[in-house]
């Protein structure tokens, strides 16, 4: 027991009964340190040119600080594809899917609650039948009830529809707690919203990278964000996760059409599936 594989085991059990999982020390203390570090840096030179950190129509008030565009920077670009949050991506998403967004939510003393909402909602049309969306939410401090962990309703990953929203909901929130330097892994149908921060001194960090089924149109347009810079220096990978290559809709489904004479034979019979793989691929690159 404790072993690392264990925990991820344990950790992907979790997601699929309840739909979500904590996994400690993803990363050591000086990373996080540095991690955050960075992300204040950012916001502060987001204010600087003028972006909002404080949404009126996302948060109550000014103690949320909100960074958006995370990816323009090196060390949130490598964050997002850390082994372990790719593993529970993977696992959750299948081998292709798209990065949707990545924002930090710092809870200072004194923010409350956003709306309780999932974030598959927010990209597709109910009902809900199958998980299309996840996030890995990094903690880069402890985060407890206190300092306004974020709060999820038990048993609302099996909601397929608005209806199906519980009238006792706000009632029946748990905090997701985890140390810094941990993930929360919650997929897309999780209800949730962000906790009030009632302690006098303790801000809450968190990250979101949120993560879709390739078929979902993400929240941000990256070819139109990052710059040429940053999209040159990206691995087919991270150029393929972006959606930065010229096909933005020929993903598996061209796979499995073959010609009509074929689809139809008796047996055997050729597919043009290697024609089409090949055509897919080299329309991804630049
Ligand atoms: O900050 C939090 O705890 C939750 C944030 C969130 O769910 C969101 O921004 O969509």
Known sequence: MGSVGETILDAQERMKREGWCVIPDVIGPEHTQKVLDELWSVAGSASQRGEDTFLPFLDPNASNVRV???????????????????????????????????????????????GLHSDQSLVTPDPWTRVEAMSVVWCLTDVYFENGATLYVPGSNKWQRRSDISKNAKTNLKPFEAKAGSIVVMDGTVWHTSGANVTKDQDRALLFAYYTAPHLRQQ????????????????????????LGVAANLGEAILHLKYLDDQFAEEGGSSNANTAAAFAKSSHSR
Request: net charge neutral.
């Open 68 to 114: 958006f565009y995370l990816l323009e920077h090196a060390i949130f670009r490598e964050l997002i594809q850390h082994p372990t949050a790719l593993h529970m991506v993977k696992s959750v998403l299948g081998q292709q899917f798209l990065i949707s967004n990545f924002t930090a939510n710092v809870a200072r003393p004194g923010s409350k609650s956003m």
């Open 220 to 243: 941000v347009n990256w070819t139109r964000k990052l710059s040429k810079e940053v999209q040159e220096s990206l691995s087919p990978e991270m150029e393929e996760w972006l959606g």
